[in-house]
């Protein structure tokens, strides 16, 4: 019983550790998140379309070579697919990106296949997301929101990485297709880390928008330590209750008259 109550309680602190140094590593100081005021996260961020060039306008963004920010607004979805191991389909989350990812995320790099075409009912998907789940290889074809997506490639990460377990495509596709007009979030590469301070005054200056510009890292960060909370309350409510159940199995096994005792002392 004792070493099943350390068993879990390990696996378990183990699981939210490996978890959040996934997430928090997937941040890079020279590269910003912007979400809407008062967003925590992506999934209840919303952007209007009206105000991404307003924001992709301001200073301390870098540029390439023709003068184009590097930077994408992004949009995200769930779709459902198919475990490896049969079962009940999955939620994986779908984001739509940019056209300039080499760029942004230079960390991504195709691993098979090819790279969707902006227009087109077309998906790359993240290794972790193709070895773990069924249906997502290179020729795969799913079906959700009334089209036929078919994959063409699969990426990974030279780090960690959160967008290695999900699925991208071309983000103005994915609105059509959702029928939507509204950006989660704008992902942004700075000139240089110090760059941030001054994205935030111009974004803060501007009254007709309503957004907060967080450092990459540290939004990560701030999600990787609220996840790892939950875990510890996790394995520590379930450890302890395993550990009680022990406790008293040890009392019996060694003296069950001192069980007895308690219970009868409690009664």
């Known amino acids: 019983g004792i070493a099943g109550v350390v068993a879990v309680l390990v696996?378990?602190?183990?699981?939210?550790v490996g978890m959040a140094r996934t997430i928090a590593g997937t941040g890079r100081p020279d590269r910003a998140i912007i979400l809407s005021t008062g967003a925590f996260t992506e999934a209840v961020s919303s952007i209007p379309r009206a105000a991404v060039a307003n924001i992709l306008g301001a200073p301390g963004i870098r540029r390439d070579a023709a003068g184009t920010p590097v930077a994408a607004a992004e949009v995200l979805a769930q779709i459902q697919v198919p475990q490896r191991s049969g079962g009940n389909a999955i939620n994986v989350t779908l984001r739509g990106v940019g056209k300039s990812e080499a760029l942004l995320r230079p960390e991504i790099?195709?691993?098979g296949g090819r790279m969707f075409q902006p227009g087109l009912h077309e998906l790359i998907v993240g290794r972790n997301a193709e070895t773990r789940y069924g249906g997502l290889g290179v020729g795969s074809?799913?079906?959700?929101?009334?089209?036929d997506w078919a994959v063409v490639g699969v990426f990974d990460s030279t780090g960690p990485s959160a967008l290695d377990s999900q699925v991208l495509t071309d983000a103005e596709t994915l609105l059509s297709a959702y029928q939507r007009d509204a950006f989660q979030s704008i992902t942004v590469r700075l000139e240089d880390?110090?760059?941030?301070?001054?994205?935030?005054?111009?974004?803060?200056?501007?009254?007709?928008?309503?957004v907060t510009v967080n450092r990459e890292s540290d939004y990560f960060a701030a999600q990787s330590r609220g996840l790892n909370m939950v875990l510890k309350v996790i394995g520590y409510f379930i450890g302890g209750m395993m550990a009680v159940g022990a406790l008293f199995g040890a009392l019996?096994?060694?003296r069950p008259g001192v069980v007895l005792g308690l219970l009868s002392l409690a009664g």
Do not use: C
């Open 141 to 147: 074809h799913l079906s959700f929101q009334n089209g």
């Open 11 to 16: 696996s378990v602190l183990a699981m939210g």
């Open 193 to 210: 880390p110090a760059s941030l301070e001054r994205l935030k005054r111009a974004v803060a200056a501007d009254p007709t928008l309503h």
């Open 109 to 111: 790099h195709l691993i």
């Open 252 to 254: 019996i096994v060694i």
